[in-house]
């Protein structure tokens, strides 16, 4: 099947119109029918409702449009992991790590070492979901990956069975945190509560998403929990912490200033808290020396 026309057929349902959707695809309209035709024959079925005005999909046209998305975001992800891969010279180290690590862990543990060193980082992965960063380390679409660490994060998993080591560059403290209204906290995690508790939590592209869910299944007895809201960020769950839209676990590092000033407050109890180490991992069959280099360096550091 050609990506083309899976851009033919998002173009058409965008236009809802044949002779619309050609002119923004570049090809004359008798042309762009006969690719979405092709399509159609293809895939064997009908997608296009061609009896209604403005054009409409088909029920099976409904589910091809959630899957061509699907296709076509793989496949132009795939071809930007080759060309980072095919540029990348023997100075740049790929680095894969979340926005909310990248803002706290890297910049205060390894930048220095990095300017020191006059490496070349490639840091374009910080929109990856979590699960990304293990298939992508394991098939050298990067050199590192900077990530949380839990037990309860088992995605984690295939690269202990892997041939991969690790360095635990830090700890950091997992805790559920409120914006601090005019007497206290505005919500809280306390048993016996009548009103549920709104819940700002993580996608399932989150690291800690599984960290969160592992704690509220510890907690079967306490409070009714109503997730309002869930983000791939832990910024953006942060933000809407500090609006007062509910309460939601943060690690420590990222709200550390926030805690100081008493714009959030800590609630629940020790219960609610976990301990996180932040860990980098690499491939050890990955030979590149300023890699080694690097890794050495962390080593060395943490040690002393």
Not at 10 to 36: C, G, M, T, W, Y
Not at 190 to 216: F, W
Not at 242 to 270: H, M, R, T, Y
């Amino acid at each position: 099947m050609d990506t083309i026309w899976l851009k033919d057929f998002e173009a058409l349902v965008a236009h809802k119109n044949f002779s619309r959707a050609a002119e923004d695809r570049n090809v004359s309209q008798p042309a762009f029918s006969r690719r979405i035709r092709a399509l159609e024959d293809e895939v064997g079925v009908r997608l296009i409702n061609r009896q209604t005005l403005p054009l409409s999909l088909t029920p099976a046209g409904e589910v091809f449009l959630t899957q061509a998305r699907v296709i076509l975001s793989t496949y132009e992800e795939t071809i930007e992991r080759c060309q980072i891969v095919d540029a990348a010279g023997e100075n740049v180290i790929r680095f894969a790590t979340s926005h909310s690590l990248y803002l706290t862990h890297y910049k205060s543990h390894i930048a220095p070492l990095v300017d020191a060193g006059g490496l070349d980082i490639d840091l374009n992965s910080t929109s990856w979901g979590a699960s990304q960063f293990v298939a992508a380390l394991q098939q050298q679409y990067c050199d590192v990956i900077l990530t949380y660490w839990h037990p309860a994060m088992d995605f984690l998993s295939p690269l202990e069975a892997a041939n991969c080591e690790y360095i635990t560059l830090a700890r950091d403290v997992f805790m559920p945190v409120a914006k601090t209204g005019p007497n206290g906290p505005l919500h809280h995690l306390q048993k016996g509560q009548n009103k549920p508790v709104s819940l700002l939590s993580y996608g399932s592209a989150s690291a800690l998403k599984a960290l969160v869910d592992a704690t509220l299944r510890t907690h079967l007895d306490g409070p009714k929990i109503l997730v309002v809201n869930r983000s791939a960020l832990a910024n953006s769950v942060k933000a809407m912490i500090l609006e007062g839209f509910g309460l939601g676990w943060l690690p420590q590092a990222l709200c550390q200033q926030e805690l100081d000033s008493g714009a959030l407050q800590i609630v629940g109890d020790k219960s609610h808290i976990s301990q996180l180490e932040i860990r980098l991992y690499r491939d050890r069959e990955n030979k590149k020396s300023t890699l080694n280099n690097l890794w050495e360096r962390l080593r060395s550091d943490i040690e002393q």
